[in-house]
């Protein structure tokens, strides 16, 4: 009789250790497309058997263990973060890149050419008033295409900051979810892991690759121990150390909670890339429109001042004005002249054409950099394109890098749906089995009481 309830016992046992496999199976199902997940495994012990010390054997459930592998996650969050810093690159740049066009009939390139073609027409008739004010008028479209593209640049530089700002904030959200998920995912005592927490956690940690590099230490408590850059503390336990953005200078900064500068830990994601376009791609662009604008500007002044206007007499105004300080794209601009304060011809000439033919020559003239202005420009726009092609090429290798990482990850921890249907199947059947041996030994025992004699 004792080894028939000691079967019952084994047999109950069984039935529940199967019972946790099937919830298992049913978890990873449910979750197969939960971010984060990692597919869990049901394990089975076998119990001590020794009949002289009471120990009967037989099998119990063992501890839910976890697919997730430390390096594929790792692995998927730095492509992560090469991705974005890229795809924030071919942003910026594209708006960048709209200023530059050099296949339009308008902006720069068109507005320069027609200054100095009206200088042509001026001199084919010098004393023609609708062609002095035409040159005027030209002078004043140059001013205003180089104007509308440096502060239109300048925008995207204030666009830079705000879209930082934000995104700073989403860092600090996310450290927050992290510092929550840290105080729900203390170590089990009896080493198991929390398939929802765990997966709401590196869910929330390739969130943050996307925007930030970092580097995350797994604790002996069970928490995660957030790096910017590896070298400031963003989490650490329950407790967050918000970053800020410092927009108080022309230079962007990202400072700790500490106040130090940390911009140059910040290396990758999307943070890095508006960085990167703020501090460094965009200036370097403003200073070549700016001189660009300085040149056209100083050179046209220049020539004009050499000639002599209508009625014989020096030009006592130049035709363009800038301030250098702020920046000769952003503040180009026309001085008050009348038609015949052009100085079209040149000195004891008066009403020829000698002057004018000479600014006529100007534009094609290598006088800036050895280059025409129309070729510095061209370079320029050369440049934001080269600029935008080498970011989209690495935006596509990157993001092919990331569907290999991501596979790998998918192959080492993620959910199979035909696997976990052979597994419901065979758990399923070890039910049935252990139920019907259950219902056999439930008989045999009835059967026993039944046949012992009477008191």
Do not use: C, W
Not at 13 to 40: D, I
Not at 99 to 120: K, N, V
Not at 421 to 443: E, G, P
């Amino acid at each position: 009789m004792g080894s028939l309830m000691i079967a019952l016992m084994n047999t109950a046992n069984s039935m529940k250790a199967v019972e946790q496999a099937l919830t298992v199976t049913e978890n990873n199902v449910v979750n197969a497309s939960t971010p984060g997940y990692a597919k869990q495994t049901a394990t089975f012990v076998a119990q001590p058997f020794d009949l002289t010390v009471g120990l009967p054997g037989g099998v119990a459930a063992g501890q839910v263990q976890s697919s997730r592998d430390a390096f594929a996650e790792q692995a998927v969050r730095h492509q992560q973060t090469d991705v974005n810093y890229y795809q924030q690159k071919v942003s910026d740049l594209t708006s960048m890149e709209s200023y530059f066009s050099t296949s339009s009939t308008s902006g720069i390139g068109p507005a320069m050419t027609s200054l100095f073609q009206s200088f042509s027409t001026l001199s084919v008739n010098p004393n023609d008033t609708v062609s002095r004010q035409n040159v005027i008028n030209q002078a004043q479209s140059v001013a205003q295409n180089f104007q509308s593209t440096a502060l239109g640049l300048e925008s995207q530089g204030t666009n830079i900051d705000q879209e930082t700002n934000s995104t700073i904030a989403t860092i600090n959200q996310l450290a927050g979810q992290v510092a929550t998920i840290n105080g729900e995912n203390r170590v089990d005592p009896f080493g198991g892991v929390n398939a929802g927490v765990d997966a709401q956690l590196n869910s929330t940690l390739e969130q943050l690759s996307q925007v930030v590099n970092f580097t995350a230490l797994q604790q002996p408590d069970g928490t995660v121990t957030v790096y910017i850059g590896g070298q400031t503390p963003l989490v650490v336990g329950g407790q967050t150390f918000a970053i800020s953005g410092d927009f108080s200078k022309p230079q962007t900064a990202v400072r700790s909670s500490t106040g130090a500068d940390i911009t140059g830990q910040i290396t990758g994601g999307q943070l890095s890339a508006m960085l990167d376009d703020k501090n460094n791609v965009l200036p370097t662009y403003l200073q070549s429109l700016n001189k660009l604008a300085q040149g056209v500007a100083d050179q046209v002044n220049t020539g004009l001042s050499k000639g002599i206007d209508e009625n014989g007499a020096s030009p006592a105004t130049d035709l363009f004005t800038y301030n250098a300080g702020i920046g000769a794209g952003a503040t180009l601009a026309v001085n008050s002249l009348t038609p015949d304060q052009i100085a079209a011809a040149l000195p004891g000439a008066q009403g020829g054409n000698g002057n004018a033919l000479k600014m006529s020559a100007l534009g094609n003239g290598a006088t800036l950099n050895n280059f025409t202005f129309a070729q510095f420009y061209g370079n320029i726009a050369a440049r934001v394109g080269t600029d935008l092609s080498a970011a989209t090429d690495n935006q596509t290798t990157k993001q092919s890098l990331l569907n290999q990482a991501q596979t790998l990850r998918q192959q080492a921890s993620g959910v199979s749906l035909d696997q976990e249907a052979a597994n419901l199947v065979a758990f399923q059947r070890a039910y049935q089995a252990n139920a019907k041996m259950l219902t056999v030994l439930d008989s045999l025992t009835q059967f026993l009481m039944n046949a012992l004699p009477n008191s």
